[in-house]
């Protein structure tokens, strides 16, 4: 290892940082190239919310264990005990369910470090211990072929890498990275560590621009490799990462399938963004998550290798989305067929496919867009995502989950206990482990605060300790109170996001618009004093000597919103959603005579908001005067409108709803 690795190295073991990303354990003051905004760790962050804290409790309680338990029930841990030689039998289930038990064991990891609890621990290390075993001696890790080499499952490919668009042999490596890694930083346990290095390191004797030529099916293996760079300092992790992305969109590399064959669709390079190299993508096209795992890969590979080409590249596709393929929810990938982005502003409702792991993965990319560029537009859409589309995945009882969201329902669609792709739940786990990552960044000079959440952070700033108490209601109450208290006085600046929506914008882009008037006015005060609201690229920047005991006060104006669409939207023409503050609403059934879809909410009917501390779990709802229209005689009558926020809806038992209701009957 050269000096620099030996100094990145050294630099990633220490756990007493500054300002840092919820990815490692660096000090900022490194000196080779990385994001220059860095999140405050979730480890460093304590949630009290009543909003997010009881969605946190039952992640921890039931969710993890629960993918544990399925995954031993479903075969997918015996896969390693076949392979491993532990025990006799098939291969089970699909090519790549070796990425459900990674993924669980990175999401149990990120509740480890804040949650001791050696039985968990000794869960993992005991999986950990039949991974090791299911690996072959020079590294390579793939149940699917191990178990049975000459007969490999189904669209593994006959030898090691001869079929990667459909294997997903990478796919599934790049999850067994961010495991391990996630694992190492909460225990200091090198056991899954080691195996994700050796993995790598045979990556990195097979492929490259004089080795062996090819590029990942499902995009993911980039990004491992960039959270393997961070703690490892090994460049030829990053430089692997570089070389995956640069080979799209020069070749076709694959198999050419009938179309009666179940993998017909992997001929598209569209589906696989393929068709162009990524430096000349414009437009977001093909399978929703692999392209946003991308997306998010190249702003890796832009800030660890300064290469500002990928975060340019990066942003061109992000004002793509936003301007034309996003769903109010912050959903994304309109077609089901393909679990794909459709044409420009083809956003179906009731057919939406907007995936769980899509929602996650592009929470995952605005967050990156953040930390690259410092706007907050891009915490403005994170905020749509979290609140709505995201969780909207995962019931009430942490053991029921949506794989698509669609913004309307007949009825007939509910959440599964699991799924033979189970993709969806260990993402939302492992987003919802390390969701306090996400409130606070800072740079050299600043302190971000993103999200508006109940919480206190503690962290080293500025050479200094700073703590950061937030008390709020939010999102059913809009006044938030801030304490900084640094230990020390240190002259910084306080970044204080002012989210779109009370800047009068659903949404960045102009996809969507409000049909009210002007937001009410915000008002902030620094020390009871009254502060002129200046926004400068989503922020107010507070500037001054911070001492201990300053106190932020916020009130935003959380008003009821009516929503339209972009007349180019054409299934949203003559329609209207409803929002307050970030939270979208729908109607329930349940709540409106049985039926949803036939509900009309003309434009000067008024609406009020109320909090219901009995209703799922404490949950402020949106009530009024509106129509339902007769499905067979077409006649009105008057309906009273109860409106729930939609990432509650279906935890009552399946019934018609719709996010976007009728104008005018």
């Known amino acids: 290892m050269n000096k620099r690795g030996l100094l990145i190295l050294v630099s990633s073991l220490f ?106 621990k000794k869960q993992i290390d005991d999986l950990a211990a039949i991974i090791a075993r299911a690996q072959e001696p020079d590294g390579y890790l793939y149940t699917a072929r191990t178990i049975e080499p000459k007969k490999p499952a189904p669209g593994s490919g006959q030898e090691r890498w001869s079929n990667l668009r459909i294997s997903h042999e990478l796919y599934n490596l790049g999850h067994l990275y961010e495991a391990a890694v996630a694992y190492y930083q909460a225990t200091g346990e090198k056991n ?9 390191n045979l990556l990195v004797r097979t492929f490259g621009p004089d080795k062996r030529r090819a590029f990942p099916g499902h995009q993911e293996i980039e990004i491992g490799l960039a959270r393997l760079y961070r703690v490892t300092g090994n460049e030829d992790y990053l430089k692997l990462a570089r070389f995956f992305l640069d080979e799209r969109g020069h070749y076709h590399d694959g198999e050419v399938f009938a179309k009666d064959s179940p993998f017909y669709i992997y001929n598209s390079e569209e589906y696989l963004q393929n068709h162009l190299p990524v430096l000349q993508q414009t437009e977001a096209v093909g399978h929703a998550v692999r392209a946003v795992y991308m997306y998010r890969a190249m ?50 409702n009731e ?25 907050g537009k891009y915490i403005d859409v994170l905020e749509r995502i979290i609140y709505n589309g995201l969780l909207a995945g995962v019931g009430l009882s942490g053991d029921k989950f949506f794989y698509q969201n669609p913004l309307a329902s007949r009825g007939k669609y509910e959440r599964s206990n699991w799924f033979e792709v189970a993709c969806c739940p260990a993402n939302a786990a492992r987003f919802l482990a390390t969701f306090p990552g996400y409130i606070y960044a800072c740079s050299e000079e600043e302190v971000f605060i993103n999200l508006f959440v109940k919480s206190t952070a503690n962290f080293e700033f500025k050479k200094t300790e700073l703590e950061i108490i937030q008390e709020t209601k939010y999102p059913w109450f ?27 914008q659903p949404l960045p882009g102009y996809l969507y618009s409000y049909l009210d008037g002007e937001s009410g006015q915000i008002m902030v005060r620094l020390n009871r004093k009254l502060l002129p609201v200046k926004v400068e690229r989503g922020y107010l920047r507070l500037t001054r000597k911070w001492k201990n005991g300053d106190v932020i006060e916020i009130l935003f104006p959380l008003e009821i919103k009516r929503v339209v669409a972009s007349e180019q939207v054409a299934e949203d023409r003559g329609k209207v959603a409803v929002e307050r503050g970030p939270i979208v609403y ?43 229209v007769d499905e067979q005689t077409r006649e009105t009558r008057k309906q009273n409108l109860f409106l729930i926020p939609y990432c509650l809806w279906a935890n009552r038992g399946p019934w018609e709803m719709a996010v976007w209701l009728i104008r005018q009957p």
């Not at 899954?192 to 790598?200: D, G, V």
């Open 15 to 120: 756990l007493i940082v500054s300002c840092t990303s919820t990815e490692q354990n660096q000090d900022t003051s490194k000196k080779f190239p990385d994001y220059s905004i860095q999140a405050v760790n979730y480890w460093q962050v304590k949630v009290t919310d009543d909003f997010w804290g009881p969605r946190m409790e039952t992640n921890r309680l039931m969710t993890i264990p629960y993918l544990f338990r399925m995954n031993e029930e479903t075969g997918r841990v015996d896969n390693f005990r076949i392979a491993a030689g532990l025990k006799t039998g098939r291969h089970t289930g699909k090519r790549y369910n070796d990425s459900d038990v990674y993924k669980a064991i990175e999401a149990a990891a990120y509740t480890l470090k804040n949650y001791p609890d050696s039985k968990l």
């Open 478 to 504: 809009g006044s938030v109170k801030i304490g900084i208290n640094p230990k020390r006085v240190r002259e910084f600046t306080v970044c204080l996001r002012i989210p779109g929506w009370a800047q009068h």
């Open 299 to 348: 702003l890796e590979v832009a800030a660890l290798g300064n290469s500002p080409e990928y975060a340019r590249a990066s942003e061109k596709l992000w004002e793509n989305v936003v301007n034309k393929k996003l769903y109010l929810t912050g959903g994304i990938g309109s077609t089901g067929e393909y679990e794909a982005f459709g044409a420009d502003y083809e956003l179906p």
């Open 586 to 628: 729908c109607a329930e059934g349940r709540d409106n005579g049985g039926t949803a879809l036939n509900l009309v909410l003309p434009d000067g009917a008024k609406l009020q908001s109320w909090y219901r501390n009995d209703l799922l779990g404490g949950a402020g709802v949106v009530t009024g005067q509106g129509l339902a």
């Open 192 to 200: 899954l560590l080691n195996l994700a290095i050796k993995s790598a």
């Open 351 to 375: 057919q939406a496919y907007a995936e769980t792991c899509a929602a996650v993965g592009n929470a995952f990319w605005n967050q990156c867009l953040f930390q690259s560029e410092g706007d």
